[in-house]
């Protein structure tokens, strides 16, 4: 009697473990990405939906691979997965590893020490063990997720390394087929785990975009929101030299004010900044001060506007609209694009799927179709065609 017992004991924990890592990721995830989408939807004319479905749409930036399910499926949560790209005539995507978070994050000030919120994530979510202790062993394992599901479906998602994939995806998007690019990128760099020898190893498991950090300081130098305020040590100025010599993607999003002049003083850069928001509208902390954000344009690169509620001062697709127009008068149309931050513990008020409502919304701002086109894909597909390693 006793042993049957132990057996109905044993079998409920078993029930009750599995139940947990199960359902427990999922209710986390709903939970750190919410939509304020209303109940009817937002408005979309039939002129706006035309325009939409011409445009050839990038986005700079989703975390979706930070939680552990298929992107070739329809979820009803988060922000993003491939069917739903579609849906909103998504072209190209960047998707960013996360592999560090810490405990107690803010925009204001954050310990490299303070305990990591990914190590519970990727043990909760019973990722490969080795990853429960390396942020390289993170990445990497995020990215042959990322590959394996490109190499299952390359109907639908197809992995962007080089100029010459770049351009092929196009031409086919041009001839009738919905598939998704998708290139790699890094939520910062401390997957490198200080050693220049791992930037190699990231190159050929298909990064192509590199943040230089996150939300804390790590081996390059200081965030935006660390503790520090440094800019690139001399680590940081030797994984600048080696992505330009790969033709590796430069993201400042989560740079400190110091590390951005660092880079942009550094002869050959061209950087980035992902997924952010303009100061001059929105006195955020989170927004990089308006003259390294013109700065960062004057040298080629393009800014990614955020559709998140941190950075636009407010939740409706108007706002981000409004975000776009200040980007605009800052640094010029042509060096505006999109960078969602979609399933990066943010809110959206609306998912991909329903991405047309932010055309509206900028046609309602008064941009032209021509500055709406280069806004939503043109300046980013530009970008990518000069800047990715040729093929």
Known sequence: ?????????????????????????????????????????????????????????????????????????????????????????????????VTKSPSGLNYGQNSAEAPDNITKLVMGQLRPIRTWSSLKERALDQAARLRAMAERDPENLRLILTRTDLQALLDARAGGAKTVGAILGTEGAHPLEGDTANLQTLYDAGFRVVGLTHFFDNELGGSLHGESGDGLSDFGHQVIAGLSQRGMIIDLAHASPQMVRDVLATQGTRPIISHTGIHGNCGTKRNLADDLVRDVAAKGGVIGIGYWTDVNCGSTPADIAKSIRAAIALVGEDHVSLGSDYDGSVDAPFDTAGLAALTQALMDEGLSEDQIAKVMGGNMMRYLAETLPPG
Request: avoid cysteine.
């Open 1 to 97: 009697m006793l042993r049957k017992i132990l057996l109905v004991l044993l079998g409920l924990i078993a029930l009750a473990a599995a139940a947990f890592f199960t359902f427990a990721p999922g209710y986390v995830e709903r939970g750190l990405n919410p939509l304020t989408t209303p109940e009817d939807g937002w408005p979309v004319s039939e002129q706006a939906q035309a325009l939409h479905d011409r445009l050839t749409i990038g986005d700079w930036h989703s975390d979706a691979l930070l939680w552990d399910r298929d992107l070739l499926k329809r979820v009803d949560r988060g922000h993003t997965d491939v069917p739903r790209l579609q849906d909103g005539n998504v072209a190209v995507q960047v998707f960013t590893t």
